[in-house]
């Protein structure tokens, strides 16, 4: 796909171990489990809630130049949604790609309606995506 996933939870990796062997939600899981149990990354992204000592859950999107690409942080009880992180990260490869145009909130892959932004654009959004990303 054209990335490297790694997950980081404020879990040590014999937690980490503990969860990929007894929940079926992530007995699956093939990518690498970074364990970050005094909150240091966590620090260095913004999301460690000192008074808690517990990270938000963070997702960030890092191009190999080291370019944050996306950032989306929630809360501890707010879960993520997987086909909304993918659908961001196609985004993100297509307009490396395509750095004129840009992706509307429903863009899903490569062919969906894209949008060249420009004055013209200013208040015809609506219009534009209906009209195969050309202002009226």
Same mark, same amino acid.
């Given at each position: 796909m054209g990335c490297d996933i790694i997950?980081?939870?404020? +879990?040590? !990796?014999?937690v980490h171990l503990a969860w990929q062997t007894s929940e079926q939600e992530l007995s699956a899981v093939k990518y690498q489990m970074g364990a970050d149990p005094t909150g240091k990354l966590a620090r260095m992204f913004g999301v460690w809630l000192e008074d808690a000592g517990v990270p938000l859950r963070g997702t960030f999107l890092i191009s190999p130049d080291g370019? %944050?690409?996306?950032? *989306?942080?929630?809360? %501890?009880?707010?879960? #993520?949604?997987? +086909?909304?992180?993918? #659908? !961001?990260? =196609?985004?993100n490869m297509y %307009?490396?790609?395509k750095a004129t145009e840009g992706c509307p909130a429903k863009?899903? *892959?490569e062919g969906d309606?894209? %949008? =060249?932004?420009?004055?013209?654009?200013?208040?015809?959004v609506h219009e534009a995506l209906a009209n +195969?990303?050309?202002?009226a």
């Open positions: 997950t980081v939870s404020g +879990d040590t !990796k014999f370019t %944050l690409m996306n950032t *989306e942080i929630n809360f %501890l009880n707010m879960g #993520r949604n997987i +086909d909304e992180m993918m #659908r !961001k990260f =196609k985004a %307009l490396a790609k863009w899903k *892959e309606v894209t %949008l =060249k932004p420009s004055a013209k654009m200013v208040g015809k +195969d990303g050309n202002p």
